[in-house]
């Protein structure tokens, strides 16, 4: 057999991807760029506000969720929701809508756009409290959402060889007890100084140590592969629906999963690196400060979570269909 005609599960998923975009450029409408949710009213993305006395916007005092969709099913909402529940009663703040509207309004979102393929972004602000009112309790939360096409934290043609990626020096994580990281926050300060200095070093992706010597997250988390044994940080980190899943794809292969604090030190010695996100999924690191992981190329145990990563999304206990328009 002609190795060339073998396909693999990455050409059959690009190419498979890569004809949804294109079948979803020749429709028109206001709505094919995308949709939000503001002011309790589905709007173009243009016309999407946000008022400026919104603690949200002044304060960053809001928690957010992204669940996403792909080949038209939504994946793991429900799993977001219960994270999203979780991130606002630690926060004190209580959404004005149901979950179950909240799950409507989403499906609403996507329908709209006719995306196959969407980034969904739903986030719960404490709201604006009457002008000068410093009392936090007296706000009233606010929910906005938008939805566009998938996003790639790292593209999805470099994820058949792998990205690059650094151990930050010039900015640690927020520490757990400053910024509870199990919130899913927009306090990104940390990572916007780590992403700066990513670019600075010819990289594409910050990983944030703790200050303590171990390794944390980016806006993924961050996954090493010593012979067909896995680790990842147990605390210090949001708890990513996409770690999860990676985790549950190991061990149904019978490889150990250890979460634990993870040094710095394992990262150069492991024989793989791979991230996770909801925004690109199982992303190889293939050279990490400027030198290859383990022999530089993608290895089997991050290849085969990637294939099975992306074949679950298709699974109907964990996604089901949009009913598009
Ligand atoms: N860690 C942080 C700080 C994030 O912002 C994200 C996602 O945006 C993740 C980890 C990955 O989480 P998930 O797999 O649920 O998308």
Same mark, same amino acid.
């Given at each position: 057999?002609?190795?060339?005609?073998?396909?693999?599960?990455?050409?059959?998923?690009?190419?498979?991807?890569?004809?949804?975009?294109?079948?979803? #450029?020749?429709?028109?409408?206001?709505?094919?760029?995308? &949709?939000?949710?503001?002011?309790?009213?589905?709007?173009?993305?243009?016309?999407?506000?946000?008022?400026?006395?919104?603690? +949200?916007?002044?304060? $960053?005092?809001?928690?957010?969720?992204?669940?996403?969709?792909?080949?038209?099913?939504?994946?793991?909402?429900?799993?977001? /929701?219960?994270?999203?529940? !979780? $991130?606002?009663?630690? =926060?004190?703040?209580? %959404?004005?809508?149901?979950? $179950?509207?909240? *799950?409507?309004?989403?499906?609403?979102?996507?329908?709209?756009?006719?995306?196959?393929? @969407?980034?969904?972004?739903?986030?719960?602000?404490?709201?604006? %409290?009457?002008?000068?009112? !410093?009392?936090?309790?007296?706000?009233? &939360? @606010?929910?906005?959402?938008?939805?566009?096409?998938?996003?790639?934290?790292?593209?999805?043609?470099?994820?058949?060889?792998?990205? $690059? &990626?650094?151990? @930050?020096?010039?900015?640690? !994580?927020?520490?757990? +007890? #400053?910024?509870?990281?199990?919130?899913?926050?927009?306090?990104?300060?940390? /990572?916007?100084?780590?992403?700066?200095? #990513?670019?600075?070093?010819?990289?594409?992706? %910050?990983?944030?140590?703790?200050?303590?010597?171990?390794?944390?997250?980016?806006?993924?988390?961050?996954?090493?592969?010593?012979?067909?044994? =896995?680790?990842?940080? @147990? *605390?210090?980190?949001?708890?990513?629906?996409? *770690?999860?899943? #990676?985790?549950?794809?190991?061990?149904?292969? +019978?490889?150990?999963?250890?979460?634990?604090?993870? %040094?710095?030190?394992?990262?150069?010695?492991?024989?793989?690196?791979?991230?996770?996100?909801?925004?690109?999924?199982?992303?190889?690191?293939?050279?990490?400060?400027?030198?290859?992981?383990?022999?530089?190329?993608?290895?089997?145990?991050?290849?085969?979570?990637?294939? *099975?990563?992306?074949?679950?999304?298709?699974?109907?206990? =964990?996604?089901?269909?949009?009913?598009?328009?």
């Amino acid at each position: 057999m002609n190795p060339k005609k073998v396909a693999t599960m990455y050409s059959i998923l690009r190419q498979a991807y890569e004809a949804r975009l294109a079948a979803h #450029a020749l429709r028109s409408g206001p709505f094919v760029a995308g &949709a939000a949710f503001a002011q309790n009213e589905i709007v173009e993305l243009a016309e999407a506000k946000v008022p400026l006395f919104d603690l +949200g916007f002044l304060r $960053s005092d809001l928690t957010y969720d992204v669940p996403a969709v792909w080949d038209g099913r939504f994946f793991r909402l429900d799993d977001h /929701l219960d994270r999203l529940e !979780r $991130s606002c009663a630690k =926060l004190r703040l209580e %959404p004005p809508m149901e979950r $179950s509207a909240m *799950r409507d309004m989403l499906i609403a979102l996507v329908r709209k756009t006719g995306l196959r393929d @969407a980034y969904v972004d739903i986030i719960i602000t404490r709201g604006a %409290p009457k002008f000068g009112d !410093r009392d936090l309790r007296k706000a009233t &939360a @606010a929910v906005y959402a938008f939805v566009i096409p998938y996003v790639w934290i790292m593209p999805l043609a470099m994820q058949e060889t792998g990205g $690059s &990626a650094i151990v @930050a020096r010039d900015v640690r !994580r927020t520490p757990p +007890g #400053a910024m509870d990281p199990t919130i899913k926050n927009l306090q990104w300060g940390d /990572l916007t100084r780590g992403f700066f200095e #990513a670019y600075d070093r010819d990289a594409l992706l %910050p990983l944030l140590p703790d200050g303590d010597g171990n390794i944390t997250e980016g806006c993924y988390n961050i996954f090493t592969v010593h012979g067909q044994v =896995l680790r990842t940080p @147990a *605390r210090g980190v949001l708890e990513g629906v996409t *770690r999860r899943t #990676a985790i549950e794809i190991a061990e149904a292969e +019978g490889w150990r999963v250890d979460l634990g604090d993870t %040094p710095i030190g394992s990262l150069y010695t492991a024989d793989e690196v791979f991230l996770t996100s909801t925004a690109g999924g199982v992303m190889p690191i293939t050279v990490l400060d400027g030198a290859p992981v383990g022999d530089g190329k993608v290895g089997p145990v991050t290849r085969k979570i990637w294939d *099975r990563y992306w074949a679950l999304h298709a699974d109907p206990k =964990l996604s089901f269909a949009v009913e598009y328009e």
